[in-house]
């Protein structure tokens, strides 16, 4: 199901972070910040809320778990479960949300692509027809995948 709406999962080996380097170097990403979620945490206010990157985007579970909620083109959501050594690719485009799950605790590596921020859209009306979102939903009508475009090869 992941496959289908353009998330790549990869379970990488625990506290071994040269193959999150190695990818991070062959996709050009920049790793943006290390991140600790709580659940008294302000930035789980704009976790919790649907949106949507303007790049590519990937999340490294450090340590604890959460959940991805993901928004297929029917407007059903895909939940994934992500635990420690998960890495979780995202494409632009594709709504989402994240929340932790009873560990209630998440320590996460974010990397995009642009280093100068993290684009993202909350789930409006507007958004919608956002030129990354109509991208991103043509790319599904054609069934492509990151691994299409020579995705850890």
């Not at 029917?74 to 485009?93: M, Y």
């Not at 069934?143 to 995705?151: A, E, I």
């Amino acid at each position: 199901a992941l496959e289908k709406i353009g998330v790549v999962y990869i379970k990488l080996p625990f506290n071994n972070l040269k193959k999150l380097d190695d990818l991070c170097s062959e996709r050009g990403y920049v790793k943006i910040q290390k991140e600790k979620l709580t659940i008294d945490s302000p930035a789980l206010d704009r976790w919790y809320s649907e949106h949507f990157n303007t790049t590519e985007a990937v999340v490294y579970i450090d340590s604890g778990a959460c959940y991805f909620d993901f928004r297929d083109p029917n407007n059903e959501f895909i939940r994934l479960h992500a635990t420690e050594g998960d890495c979780i690719v995202i494409p632009p485009g594709l709504f989402y949300r994240g929340c932790l799950d009873q560990s209630q605790s998440l320590s996460l590596i974010r990397m995009l692509l642009d280093q100068d921020s993290i684009p993202i859209y909350k789930g409006t009306a507007g958004s919608q027809t956002h030129p990354v979102r109509a991208s991103y939903l043509s790319s599904r009508r054609r069934n492509s995948t990151l691994s299409d475009n020579n995705f850890m090869k």
